[in-house]
């Protein structure tokens, strides 16, 4: 690994504790927690881009468990990624230490548990990576930095919940949204002073608008990009995306209202916590600030007007948009569709027709040690086509240096949300059904076609790790394949990466090469078939 930067050393340990949460005065809500070093959520990992990272992850739980890094590109390293298609989870009282670099990254970010269903039970935390002093960012160094870890909540048990997606069943609705693990926080700021908010959504199916009483938000990153630096009333944030606004405290004394709620449900859950100047002694009063229209057409209009600053530098010092993405080439077109459908009986998602399992041998291992017959390269086309699902450890394989179009198409009436680990991509098209009003979209407007290439933009599009897909739409990324590895792209919404909409895209290079790859680390763990190997 490269040697700038500083060495960071955490120790986490991981373990379930029953807690009490007090919602809105009234019900003590009681239930098992997963906590990191005694915390729930975990600790924030603050970084500065190059810094070198031991984390030595100690597991207390009775089950085995990873974290993974949401959006840490993991440059050559998908050793590092802690999903299942690259480490074997840690078991009970063990430990794994994960070595890492933040590179070529500046902002918000989070991480959580991989694994089962942990991440319904807490386990995750933000993870903030801050531009190093030799390189400028393109605001104001703000007064103060807040993280908000926002996201929906069942009060059921993770092995209840686990047990329900087992038995074939889709879960229920989430029974509330939480603020840092909290149904109320205070965060205290100076009368005219800057502050960052750095808000992820950690949830497991629901988008969520966040919006601030009296105050703008001005949004100034996402997931890795300088934007261009729009004033808004509110933000919506999809299930596994992170923004960074900042919001000047340019209001009389007093209290106001940090509101997040929910997007495109039938009931609507609204959480609150509260921004208090210190010099305030008025508690929070009048209405909550209200929600943007409902339905989907506000929201990806919303999406469309985020750019890139093309001036701006990001974690290196040249302009993002000298970058220009717009001019390469495609090598290849991939188009993903979701879908649900019962396999055997049971409720299974899936992409292009295969619905992934996780095999006990993590797909990396089984690639290094030339282990046959783990996964399957030729089951999941790159176009979707029709016919019954089935069960497969999917694989896609691609060259290293190949510039990708991947179009996520969504023929479902549902949101979807689609990350990719290893990489940020380009959200160069959308579209959104809401659009027309004409019933001819029943008959397919909705379906991505080589023509709908026109609407692309080509020019000042953001990078980021997650995208949303609206309802019976698509979205198209451009992704540069220049990380080498074993890659997990999955449905963001949790119940559906659980039972199968996800696969690994196999980003590689014949030629052996540390230039392109991190060699196994020597404390890999081995399970399944890799069990006997030497690292
Ligand atoms: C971590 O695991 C190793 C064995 O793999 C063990 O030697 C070490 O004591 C463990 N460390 C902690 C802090 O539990
Ligand atoms: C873009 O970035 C430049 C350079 O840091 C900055 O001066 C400018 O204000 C930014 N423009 C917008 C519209 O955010």
């Known amino acids: 690994m490269g040697s700038t930067g500083l060495l960071h050393l955490f120790c986490v340990v991981v373990a379930l504790l029953g807690v009490s949460l007090i919602s809105d005065g009234l019900d003590i809500i009681s239930w098992k927690v997963i906590l990191i070093n005694g915390q729930f959520p975990g600790p924030r990992l603050d970084l500065v881009t190059n810094d070198n990272v031991i984390l030595n992850l100690i ?5 085995p468990f990873l974290l993974t890094w949401n959006g840490i590109k993991q440059r050559k390293n998908s050793w590092q990624d802690g999903v299942l298609g690259t480490n074997c ?5 063990s430990n794994y230490t994960y070595k890492f670099q933040t590179k070529d990254q500046i902002g918000s970010y989070s991480y959580f548990p991989s694994t089962l269903i942990h991440r319904a039970a807490g386990g995750f935390g933000g ?5 190093r002093s030799v390189i400028p960012i393109p605001y104001p160094n703000p007064d103060g930095d807040f993280t908000l870890l926002v996201g929906d909540w069942y009060k059921t048990n993770h092995k209840t919940l686990r047990q329900t997606l087992d038995s074939g069943r889709s879960l229920a609705n989430p029974d509330g949204l939480l ?4 149904a109320h926080t205070t965060f ?6 800057t502050y960052m908010f750095r808000i992820s959504n950690v949830g497991m199916t629901t988008s969520i608008n966040f919006r601030i009483q009296g105050h703008t938000l001005k949004l100034v990153e996402v997931e890795g990009s300088h934007t261009v630096q729009n004033l808004y009333d509110s933000l919506d944030v999809h299930v596994g995306q992170s923004v960074s606004v900042l919001v000047t405290l340019n209001q009389p004394p007093k209290d106001y209202y940090i509101v997040a709620s929910t997007r495109f449900t039938k009931q609507i859950l609204t959480t609150t916590a509260v921004l208090h100047y210190t010099n305030s002694h008025s508690p929070v009063s009048g209405p909550l600030p209200p929600p943007p229209p409902s339905g989907y057409h506000w929201s990806m209009q919303q999406a469309r007007t985020y750019r890139w600053n093309l001036t701006a530098n990001a974690a290196r010092p040249n302009p993002q948009g000298s970058f220009h993405y717009g001019k390469i080439p495609t090598t290849k077109t991939i188009v993903l569709a979701n879908s649900a459908s019962l396999i055997n009986g049971k409720l299974r998602y899936a992409v ?3 619905s992934y399992v996780n095999s006990d041998t993590p797909l990396k291992l089984a690639d290094y040690f030339n282990i046959p017959g783990i996964f399957s390269e030729d089951k999941m086309q790159i176009l979707p086509s029709s016919g019954p699902a089935t069960i497969a450890t999917s694989v896609l394989p691609a060259s290293l240096h190949d510039f990708i179009e991947v179009v996520f198409q969504n023929n479902e009436n549902t949101m979807q949300s689609w990350h990719l680990d290893g990489y940020d991509f380009w959200v160069i098209g959308y579209v959104c059904l809401s659009l027309f009003v004409s019933p001819s979209f029943i008959y397919g407007s909705g379906q991505w076609t080589a023509d709908k290439r026109s609407t692309y933009n080509l020019v000042d599009a953001l990078t980021r790790h997650t995208t949303q897909v609206y309802p019976n739409s698509w979205t198209t990324i451009l992704v540069s394949l220049d990380n080498q590895g074993m890659w997990n792209m999955r449905s963001a919404i949790w119940e ?7 696969f690994y895209l196999r980003v590689w290079n014949a030629q052996k090469s540390l230039a392109n790859e991190y060699d196994i680390p020597n404390n890999a763990l081995l399970c399944g078939k890799a069990v006997g190997h030497h690292p």
Do not use: F, S, T
Not at 188 to 193: L, T
Not at 496 to 502: A, I, K, S, T
């Open 188 to 193: 205290n700021g100076d009368q005219g002073k």
């Open 89 to 93: 989870p840690i078991p009970p009282n």
């Open 59 to 63: 597991n207390k739980l009775d089950e």
């Open 179 to 182: 603020i840092n693990g909290q």
């Open 496 to 502: 559906r990466q659980y039972l199968g909409q996800q």
């Open 352 to 354: 292009n027709k295969v």
């Open 127 to 131: 993870l903030n990576v801050y531009h």
